[in-house]
């Protein structure tokens, strides 16, 4: 009989608040998250809902003002109470995050390699330049850049916009990271790269066994690759559980309208076949 499995991440009673005029304003509100080893969460709500602000609180890069409060424990250890070196050795290298704008995150005076590498050389000591390139390419063909080896010492406007993210995503995997945030990485990209960023997304999943935090306001996208889901609302967590639980049969209004709010294709097939529709639809 195998036991339980060992969870990844455990954050429990996470506060995230900043100062106002008439004191501190709890932006995200005691909440709970776990993620198994190997496991894929998706945090889902409308923009103002605490997403990103909760996983910038778990890389510890929320801004000087704010205050955190709570347990956020990655592979057994506390995160909330380590020393910003120690933290610095964490973020980055065993857990790494994919922002959701490539364009701002990436420099533009800098090649694509140049930067893949930095990053990759500021967790590996020691590392020479020729070493940290070969990485770089290595990563970069990881995620499906056609012609790397002549690629990374391009700058960041000569790929679009997908391209640019699968960028982002090799400078994440660079470290081979055991957990991977992903804050809205299909932001901006028209529907066909969405669909291959999230099929690279559950293919490096399943190739190095990491686990996948991904946060997005739309659930068509979490129920591609995640297995369990949060549903925030007002820095609150107002529904969790595994996907198909929760879509079949969300319990609360919240999910139910953001389920909603996702485009049918059998519902607009049966519209169009409605009678007395015929003229709105042409």
């Given at each position: 009989?195998?036991?339980?499995?060992?969870?990844?991440?455990?954050?429990?009673?996470?506060?995230?608040?900043?100062?106002?005029?008439?004191?501190h304003?709890?932006?995200v509100?005691?909440?709970?998250?776990?993620?198994?080893?190997?496991?894929?969460?998706?945090?889902?709500?409308?923009?103002?809902?605490?997403?990103?602000?909760?996983?910038?609180a778990?890389?510890g890069?929320?801004?000087?003002?704010?205050?955190?409060?709570?347990?956020?424990?990655?592979?057994?250890?506390?995160?909330?109470?380590?020393?910003e070196s120690a933290?610095?050795?964490?973020?980055?290298?065993?857990?790494?995050m994919?922002?959701?704008?490539?364009?701002?995150?990436?420099?533009?005076?800098?090649?694509?390699?140049?930067?893949?590498?930095?990053?990759?050389?500021?967790?590996?000591k020691?590392?020479?330049?020729?070493?940290?390139?070969?990485?770089?390419?290595?990563?970069?063909?990881r995620?499906?850049?056609?012609?790397?080896?002549?690629?990374v010492?391009?700058?960041p406007?000569?790929?679009?916009?997908?391209?640019?993210?699968?960028?982002?995503?090799?400078?994440?995997?660079?470290?081979e990271?055991?957990?991977?945030?992903?804050?809205?990485?299909?932001?901006?990209?028209?529907?066909?790269?969405?669909?291959?960023?999230?099929?690279?997304?559950?293919?490096?999943?399943?190739?190095?066994g990491?686990?996948?935090?991904?946060?997005?306001?739309?659930?068509?996208?979490?129920?591609?690759?995640?297995?369990?889901?949060?549903?925030?609302?007002?820095?609150?967590?107002?529904?969790?559980?595994?996907v198909?639980?929760?879509?079949?049969?969300?319990?609360?209004?919240?999910?139910?309208?953001?389920?909603?709010?996702?485009?049918?294709?059998?519902?607009?097939?049966?519209?169009?076949?409605?009678?007395?529709?015929?003229?709105?639809?042409?």
């Amino acid at each position: 009989m195998n036991g339980p499995a060992q969870n990844l991440l455990e954050v429990s009673d996470l506060t995230v608040s900043f100062p106002t005029a008439t004191g501190h304003t709890d932006v995200v509100s005691h909440l709970d998250l776990t993620l198994e080893k190997g496991g894929a969460l998706g945090i889902v709500g409308e923009s103002g809902s605490g997403k990103s602000l909760t996983s910038l609180a778990i890389m510890g890069l929320l801004p000087g003002k704010a205050r955190r409060s709570g347990s956020i424990r990655f592979a057994g250890d506390e995160l909330t109470t380590m020393s910003e070196s120690a933290l610095r050795r964490v973020r980055g290298d065993r857990i790494a995050m994919i922002f959701q704008d490539p364009l701002s995150s990436l420099n533009p005076y800098y090649t694509v390699g140049a930067q893949i590498q930095e990053a990759y050389r500021s967790h590996r000591k020691g590392v020479s330049r020729r070493q940290a390139r070969q990485v770089s390419i290595e990563a970069m063909e990881r995620v499906h850049i056609k012609d790397a080896a002549r690629r990374v010492d391009d700058y960041p406007h000569q790929f679009s916009g997908g391209m640019r993210q699968r960028v982002m995503i090799a400078m994440a995997l660079s470290t081979e990271p055991e957990l991977l945030i992903a804050d809205e990485p299909t932001t901006a990209l028209d529907v066909t790269v969405q669909a291959q960023i999230l099929e690279l997304l559950e293919e490096i999943r399943r190739e190095t066994g990491s686990g996948l935090i991904l946060i997005t306001h739309d659930l068509a996208v979490v129920s591609e690759i995640t297995d369990h889901i949060v549903v925030m609302r007002y820095g609150e967590c107002v529904e969790r559980g595994p996907v198909e639980a929760v879509f079949s049969d969300p319990q609360h209004a919240y999910t139910r309208d953001l389920l909603d709010a996702v485009p049918r294709i059998d519902d607009d097939i049966a519209a169009l076949r409605t009678p007395g529709r015929a003229g709105e639809a042409t």
